[in-house]
Each structure stands twice: as structure tokens, then as C-alpha cells.
């Protein structure tokens, strides 16, 4: 892997880790519960599959794209028209492994190439693309977590934990 995408790699990586952790223990209800006006965590995690797939196909892979219409950008959510949970899960679970295995088999020119959107914060190359997709998702990672304190469902705070343990 170019050493220039370690970040961005890593960054997918810790949201896969937190996305686990938070729809853990979940039931269905949970899942599509919206907490006042903000999203459901299955609209939202149906929403963040939709963009790894899309990343996936700016860089050159031949993928399916559900449910844009419904969890897409801008998209209200409309709660009945979501899609089941064990799909989605499905679908990032290989979304995940299929981004992991194209990072590391994209050259420098593929890096480098100008990118079909203009992004914010990225330097116009498929590199600055990545970059931002790998924020979007690390974005809503951290949403799925607020989400699930809202509804009362909130997790231990693990790391902190940890990270007392260790000075200590």
C-alpha cells in the first residue's frame, strides 16, 4: 500500500471497529428508531455502505449501488422504506473487504489521478477522495454513537477505561 493512504486505511479500519460496536446488541426496533429529527442508525449505516460503495466504484470497481433513493445524499428518511439490517450488514461487510484489498493494489497514477468530484477538503486527485470518504464514514461512525446514547442504549466507555488502566 502507498504510504500515503496508511492514514486513510487506518481511519476505515478504526470505523469498522466503532460501527461494530455500536448497532452491538441492538434489536430491529433500535435500529429504526429516530431519535426526534435526526436519522435512524440503520438509515444512517445503510448510508455510510452507500458511500463506501460508491468509492469503490471511483476507483474502477464494478459494484452495486442500493438504496440511494432511500439512503443516499439528501435523502428523507422514510422508515418503512429501509432496508432489512441483515442486508446492509451484508452489504459493508464486504464493501469493507473489498476497499481494504483495492487500497492496497492502487498505484501512484491511480492515486494521483484528478477525481470526478470536487469534494471539500480534497486536493482534486482520487487521493483527496479517499481521504474525504474515509472522514464521511468516521463521521458517521461517531453519529451512530450518539444515536444510541439518545435512545438509552448507550455503551461503557471502554476506551477511557483503557486508557486510565494504562497511565496508571
Do not use: C
Not at 87 to 104: H, I, Q
Not at 143 to 157: D, E, F, T
Amino acid at each position: 500500500m502507498d504510504a500515503r493512504l496508511a492514514g486513510s486505511a487506518q481511519l476505515f479500519e478504526t470505523s469498522r471497529h466503532y460501527l461494530r460496536q455500536s448497532v452491538k446488541g441492538l434489536d430491529g426496533s433500535h435500529l429504526r428508531q429516530r431519535v426526534g429529527k435526526a436519522n435512524s442508525i440503520l438509515w444512517t449505516l445503510g448510508h455510510i455502505t452507500v458511500g463506501r460503495l460508491r468509492l469503490l466504484t471511483m476507483l474502477g470497481e464494478s459494484v452495486d449501488i442500493p438504496w440511494t433513493k432511500v439512503v443516499g445524499r439528501g435523502a428523507d428518511e422514510v422508515t418503512d422504506a429501509l432496508p432489512d439490517a441483515a442486508d446492509v450488514f451484508a452489504r459493508w461487510d464486504d464493501a469493507a473487504r473489498s476497499l481494504a484489498e483495492r487500497l492496497e493494489r492502487l498505484s501512484v497514477d491511480e492515486l494521483l489521478a484528478p477525481a470526478r468530484y470536487r469534494l471539500p477538503g480534497s486536493d482534486g486527485t482520487m487521493l483527496g477522495t479517499i481521504n474525504y470518504f474515509a472522514f464521511h464514514e468516521a463521521y458517521h461512525t461517531g453519529q451512530l454513537a450518539v444515536i444510541r446514547k439518545a435512545l438509552n442504549q448507550g455503551l461503557p466507555r471502554r476506551t477511557v477505561d483503557r486508557l486510565v488502566a494504562v497511565g496508571s
